[in-house]
Every structure is written in C-alpha cells, then in structure tokens.
C-alpha cells in the first residue's frame, strides 16, 4: 500500500510538471528526480532515446551510465524492440543484459511513446535489490510513460 501511495504522489508531481512542459529534456530530468526522491530502493532511474539504431542515455538520477546501448542487446533494447515492459528480477540471468553498473540487481524498462504511437525513449529503473519490482512497479511506472506522451 506505501508503493502505490507513493506512485500517486509521485504521479500527481509528474502530472504538475507535464502541464508546465516546456522542453523534453527539462521536463524528462524532472520526472527521474521526483522518482529518485520519492522512491530509496531505485539505485538508476532514468530514460534512453530511441534513435534507430541505438539507445541514446536521456536525463537519469543515479551514478554514471552507458552512453549508447545497441539496440540489439540488453533489457532497454529488448523493451524498445518488443514495445512492451520488460521486469528483470535478477539482471545476471538475462541474456545481452548491460551492466553500466554492477550493483544493479533487477530492473524494470517502460516504453514511452509520443500521442501519434511512435517509440520515443525507455524509462529504466535499476535496483540493487533482487527481485525489487512487481506489477505494481509495471502499472505506476506505465502510468507514467501514458503521462509522457504529450511532452513530444
Ligand atoms: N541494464 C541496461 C542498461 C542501462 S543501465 O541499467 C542504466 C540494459 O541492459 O539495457
């Protein structure tokens, strides 16, 4: 219950920052900032910009990241390609997974779509716990990308 009351609050403050939108990258650094404060257990939270052939990193909240991901390899690029969710509960046994940093333990990757359908950027969150997301997570965090399609 103290998840899903905290994706409500966090979803009211992304909602506020989509009505003020006024630059993409503005309004994306937000949204994995409030992420980041609202929720301790997310050790990355952060987008990649689908450019084809590539991911490309976007605003994040967290340590360092890879900069370009090929787009056939990983959970993001599997996300993308398959244009759904993608839950990793233990990233170690997820075939191409990426580490940009090894205290990743699970992560869940969203796509984000523009108001026309086409594939924008991957929201990915990273934690060091294993098995740290459920349909919870999916649910809240697909709202969110529903949100994000007016920023485009
Ligand atoms: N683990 C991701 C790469 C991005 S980092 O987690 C920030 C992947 O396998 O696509």
């Known amino acids: 219950m103290q998840k899903e ?3 409500k609050w966090a979803v009211k403050q992304i909602r506020s920052k989509v009505k003020n939108h ?6 994306l650094a937000n949204v994995s900032a409030i992420l980041k404060e ?4 997310f050790f990355w939270v952060g987008f990649y910009f689908f450019k084809e052939d590539h991911l490309l990193l976007g605003p994040f909240q967290g340590p360092p990241a890879c900069v370009k991901l ?9 996300a993308a390609n398959e244009k759904t969710t993608v ?3 233990d990233v170690e046994k997820f075939p191409g997974h990426i ?7 699970s992560e869940i990757v969203v796509p984000v779509f ?3 359908g086409n594939l924008k950027a991957v ?17 809240w965090l697909e709202k969110i990308a529903e949100y994000l399609k007016a920023i485009w």
């Open 38 to 41: 609202r929720f301790p257990n």
């Open 87 to 89: 839950l990793v509960e």
């Open 5 to 7: 009351e905290s994706y």
């Open 114 to 116: 523009d108001s026309c």
């Open 123 to 139: 929201l990915d969150v990273d934690s060091e716990t294993l098995n740290d997301f459920d349909d919870i997570d999916k649910k």
């Open 99 to 105: 580490a940009c940093d090894s205290r990743s333990k």
């Open 70 to 78: 090929d787009i056939n390899k990983g959970v993001c690029s599997a």
């Open 22 to 27: 006024v630059n993409t990258i503005s309004t």
